[in-house]
């Protein structure tokens, strides 16, 4: 089902399943109308569905990703692109290793480089080089974080370092062997770097999203909720499961 709310687009799935492969469908789209899209990629478990999808399509011909160029939203700092927790290894696992984009169209801030200014500076002047993203696919933490946005009292603009919430360290325990082993910072595309992007598509799944996403949605725009800013994006598309999807649906509908 779509829905519309403002300026927002909600598609509601009824499983995680059919979440990934909407959220792959529109992503293939988009490569099939411009073959050299620039595209946002997330990490996380919600989008992991989507590229087992996208693998499959690309298996069979389905769509090419030899002209598109890739940046990822974060990266664990300091860490090494090898270490089985970084992003860029995820990124292998998940997806690169099975398609054809190239390796030299692949960006993910460089977490082992020293200089955190010069890592951050670099990715925002390559995004800009590039006329910017075209497609920006996004995760929602429970606390409302986009890339590694946490809540704060403003909104950080450009790609900076982070200190991962309590929350965030809680939430992403699970990948580690001890939630002392999970970093306690990052290197984030901002708030800034998100807005400017072309098209958004975020994706959640599961009742634990279900009250950040109606926050985001239809809540106050803050940095507290720092998805809530995605209201003021001229083109957000929010793909839902049931489960996350249930409390903005009752608010939308009363
Ligand atoms: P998750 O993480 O997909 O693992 O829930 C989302 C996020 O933190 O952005």
């Known amino acids: 089902m779509k829905h519309q709310y403002k300026n927002m687009t909600i598609i509601v799935k009824n499983d995680y399943d059919n979440m990934g492969k909407k959220a792959a469908r529109i992503l293939a789209a988009q490569v099939t109308i411009k073959p050299n899209s620039i595209l946002g990629l997330a ?8 590229y087992k999808k996208l693998v499959k399509m690309y298996q069979k011909d389905e769509v090419d990703f030899s002209e598109v160029t890739t940046f990822n939203l974060d990266e664990y700092y300091p860490i090494n692109a090898s270490n089985k927790q970084s992003y860029a290894y995820y990124m292998q696992q998940h997806f690169f290793k099975y398609v054809n984009v190239k390796d030299e169209a692949i960006n993910i801030p460089n977490s082992s480089m020293k200089d955190i200014n010069l890592i951050c500076e670099n990715y925002e002047e390559k995004i800009r080089a590039t006329g910017g993203i075209d497609l920006q696919i996004l995760g929602i933490g429970n606390n409302g974080h986009i890339g590694f946005n946490e809540p704060d009292v403003h ?6 370092l982070v200190t991962l919430d309590e929350a965030t360290i809680k939430a992403n325990a699970r990948f580690f062997d001890k939630s002392q082993n999970v970093p306690k910072l990052a290197i984030s595309m901002g708030i800034r770097t998100i807005m400017q992007t072309k098209k958004i598509v975020l ?52």
Not at 225 to 248: G, M, N, R, T, Y
């Open 203 to 254: 994706l959640a799944s599961g009742a634990n999203k279900a009250q950040i996403i109606c926050d985001t949605i239809t809540g106050v725009i803050t940095p507290k909720v720092p998805a809530s800013i995605l209201q003021l994006h001229q083109d957000v598309v929010f793909i839902l499961d049931k489960e996350a999807a249930s409390k903005v649906m009752d608010r939308i509908n009363h």
């Open 43 to 50: 990490t996380g478990s919600t989008p992991e569905g989507m």
């Open 155 to 160: 909104f950080e603009s450009e790609t900076h």
